[in-house]
């Protein structure tokens, strides 16, 4: 049991422990019945929160001045990932969907594509701000993982 539990805590971890870009690295991967999604990567729910950290992710390394609520962000991810479990994925699924390079590369893209639609030009870092200050004042989930520094 114990090596068990030394797993879950490692995978969250993983999600979160070391910022945003971790907490993307979140969890994702197998089958679940109840919602009928085969993969980690068909559950709606989960892949938006995913993207919801990479966006945050992207803003905070991309604006000086906006920095990522590391214990929210930690919290977020953990909660991302009891979904996953919940849902009938196991700790290695988990494990092995984090490890994905693809499924990383898939989500920051869709990041990009938020961002992008929402006014942000990828090369300009003030553009990343003001997303970055828009989210943080309607106090969207994103806005929830950033603060002004």
Same mark, same amino acid.
């Given at each position: 049991?114990?090596?068990?539990?030394?797993?879950?805590?490692?995978?969250?971890?993983?999600?979160?422990?070391?910022?945003? =870009? =971790?907490?993307?690295?979140?969890?994702?991967?197998?089958?679940?019945? =109840?919602?009928?999604?085969?993969?980690?990567?068909?559950? +709606?729910?989960?892949?938006?929160?995913?993207?919801?950290?990479?966006?945050?992710?992207?803003?905070?390394?991309?604006?000086?001045?906006?920095?990522?609520?590391?214990?929210?962000?930690?919290?977020?991810?953990?909660?991302?990932?009891?979904?996953? +479990?919940?849902?009938?994925?196991?700790?290695?699924?988990?494990?092995?969907?984090?490890?994905?390079?693809?499924? +990383?590369?898939?989500?920051?893209?869709?990041?990009?594509?938020?961002?992008?639609?929402?006014?942000?030009?990828?090369?300009?870092?003030?553009?990343?701000?003001?997303?970055?200050?828009?989210?943080?004042?309607?106090?969207?989930?994103?806005?929830?993982?950033? +603060? =002004?520094?």
């Amino acid at each position: 049991m114990m090596k068990q539990s030394q797993h879950g805590q490692g995978a969250g971890r993983r999600l979160a422990g070391g910022g945003l =870009a =971790a907490a993307l690295a979140l969890c994702l991967t197998a089958a679940t019945g =109840a919602a009928g999604a085969n993969s980690l990567r068909d559950h +709606k729910e989960i892949n938006n929160g995913l993207t919801v950290i990479a966006v945050g992710d992207l803003i905070r390394t991309n604006c000086s001045t906006i920095s990522a609520r590391m214990v929210s962000a930690y919290f977020f991810a953990r909660g991302l990932e009891a979904k996953a +479990k919940a849902a009938g994925f196991s700790d290695d699924e988990i494990e092995a969907f984090v490890e994905d390079k693809a499924e +990383k590369a898939r989500v920051m893209s869709a990041a990009r594509r938020y961002l992008v639609a929402r006014g942000v030009d990828l090369d300009v870092p003030d553009s990343y701000c003001q997303a970055g200050y828009y989210e943080i004042e309607r106090n969207s989930q994103i806005g929830v993982l950033l +603060k =002004a520094k």
